[in-house]
């Protein structure tokens, strides 16, 4: 497992790594050694998917997002039934599926009821959510619109 390490002449230094956080083998619960990287990679692959995707057809949106399921909790599943080796664990069915579903928290946020035109000499139109109280409208990933910006309803 370390051959990159050995090919790239730094085995002693990541050896001293390892065996510094070695302490943290007895210290840490098992879910967290184990399962918690594999669902942090499920949400981190969602949440780009969500980000990159976010002004697709949700159609578009749905199939880029069978990406983080199958990879995720479709894994775990297809090991339950001996379709790809390994061992299913239902801590990593349950900590992957959580991961994933947080992951699409961003599109709660972007509701497509307003659409953000630009005036002239000001940035590109955008989507973003208009919360309900009228305020001013956010955009979840990138923070508050450009003060150019006004918010026209959709027809």
Known sequence: MWDWARALGLESGAQAVRR???????????WVRFSLPDALWVYALTFTVIALQRRSSPLVRAAYLMVPLVLGPGAELAQAVGLVPGTFDPTDL???????????????FDRGDVRLERDA???????????????????????????????????
């Not at 900590?95 to 928290?105: C, D, Q, R, V, Y």
């Not at 208009?130 to 508050?144: A, T």
């Open 20 to 30: 510094s956080l070695s302490v943290t083998t007895h210290a840490l619960p098992d």
């Open 121 to 155: 000499g000001s940035n590109p139109a955008r989507v973003a959510g208009l919360p309900k109280s009228g305020s001013e409208p956010l955009d979840p990933l990138l923070g508050r619109a450009d003060a150019h910006d006004r918010a026209v309803p959709q027809v």
């Open 94 to 108: 349950w900590l992957s599926s959580g991961a994933l579903l947080l992951g699409l928290l961003p599109l709660g």
